[in-house]
């Protein structure tokens, strides 16, 4: 069954139009990401797709509901994990599950059969009676986390769930999610991060101007659009040495903020030509297979959207 369906999707906020005929199916057991520069329509498409806001044109199914008619009813089968943690700071870690279940209609006595589970899973259960305000970042977002899955919903939504945590608090919560696929759940998620996209997502539906413009797994896209080694030169007088060599030892070159992007089908000839050492002290260089990173850039172009 699918699990999500979205077909030919429009939505206009006056005469802003945001989406132009999305379409988006998620499987059972996979993550699938939306990727986007700002103001691109993900957090958008997940609102469509919750049922918290209409489209113009278009059918959304979730969990088998048509959620323009039934989504109170679809949305009692999903977990959403919003941008912005909303614990509520007066209850302790177990009441802000046990009072979000409520919510749901779940027993009380179901509800204290899995939230040690879900306090365990967010590696909280030794603060399980502590207040909010004592939790760092990471632990609020692990903790909203456990709480969106007190349904035991078969799909988690995910709108940003690592902005604003430290390397260390977003590799766990990678770690949960990854726990989470393995469990059979289904993940939609929104990212600013590349690497996170790569690391978790099974596929990606890169959205710019209100249009999927390619979809795919991250390796797919890779493949499909970006020469697979870059060489990146950067320091002193690496445009001008990009300007002067690169166009003939590599497919193409692009000048960002002072780094020089160079994509290769095979890097061994620049490298040849910088390996001789004949440029300014100051210019460094540095080998990398090609990201999803350079995939989004070559297709939503580097210039800033704010
Ligand atoms: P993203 O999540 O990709 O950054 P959003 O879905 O939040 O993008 O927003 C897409 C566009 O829709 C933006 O231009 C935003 O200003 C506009 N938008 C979003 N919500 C509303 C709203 N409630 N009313 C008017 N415009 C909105």
Known sequence: MSLLSLKGVHKSYGSHIVLQGIDIELKAGECFGLLGPNGAGKTTTLRLALGLTHPQ???????????????????????????????????????????????????????????????????????????????????????????????????????????????????????????????????????HFMEEAERLCDRIAIIDQGKIITEGSPQQLIRDHIEPQVVELYGEGAAAWAHAKAARLCERFELTGGTVFCYANDAKALLCELNRGDFTPGLRFLLRPASLEDVFLKLTGRDLRD
Do not use: C
């Not at 979730?62 to 679809?74: C, E, I, N, S």
């Open 57 to 191: 044109a278009g059918s959304i199914h979730l969990m088998g509901h048509d959620v323009l008619t039934h989504a109170r009813l679809a949305r009692q089968q999903v977990g959403v994990v919003a941008q912005t943690d909303n614990l509520d700071p007066d209850f302790t870690l177990r009441e802000n599950l046990l009072v979000y279940g409520r919510y749901f209609d779940i027993s009380r006595q179901i509800l204290e059969a899995r939230i040690p589970g879900l306090l365990d899973f967010a590696g909280l259960s030794a603060r399980a009676d502590e207040r909010i305000q004592s939790l760092s970042g990471g632990m609020k977002r692990r903790l909203t986390l456990a709480r969106a899955l007190i349904n035991d919903p078969q799909i988690v939504f995910l709108d940003e769930p690592t902005t604003g945590l430290d390397p260390q608090a977003r590799h766990l919560i990678w770690d949960r999610l990854r726990q989470l696929t393995q469990n059979g759940k289904s993940l939609l998620l929104t990212t």
